[in-house]
């Protein structure tokens, strides 16, 4: 059964950093890509980063100066690191991946930036 479940995030500091963990089951190479994805209160839900299969990153223009996206393939997890975060980083983060023609989401996680 495929599965995504999310790690990290909570209460970050203004100006700080942060870390989120997704574990992708079986494999991360079940899916063509594996991404973060947020959704901030009253907002669409957003493109942060993704990773593809054989590599290729992908970053939200607007964050690509503070975010790095990568994977532990041991681990079958692909990372998140936000440095510098702002107040309008607050927002539910959601792992997301492709599968075939059908996308699969986690659970979420929560991020709120205090100033």
């Known amino acids: 059964q495929v599965r995504l479940v999310e790690s990290g995030g909570g209460l970050v500091q203004f100006g700080g950093s942060l870390r989120l963990s997704c574990k992708a089951s079986?494999?991360?190479?079940?899916?063509?890509?594996v991404g973060w994805y947020r959704q901030a209160p009253g907002k669409e839900r957003e493109l942060v980063a993704r990773i593809t299969a054989g590599g290729t990153t992908d970053y939200a223009d607007s964050l690509k100066d503070r975010i790095t996206i990568s994977r532990d393939i041991g681990a079958n997890s692909v990372n998140l690191q936000m440095s510098n975060v702002k107040l309008e980083d607050t927002a539910v983060y959601y792992c997301?991946?492709?599968?075939?023609?059908?996308?699969?989401w986690g659970q979420g996680t929560q991020v709120t930036v205090a100033s």
């Open positions: 079986p494999s991360i190479f079940s899916f063509k890509s």
């Open positions: 997301g991946a492709g599968l075939g023609g059908t996308a699969v």
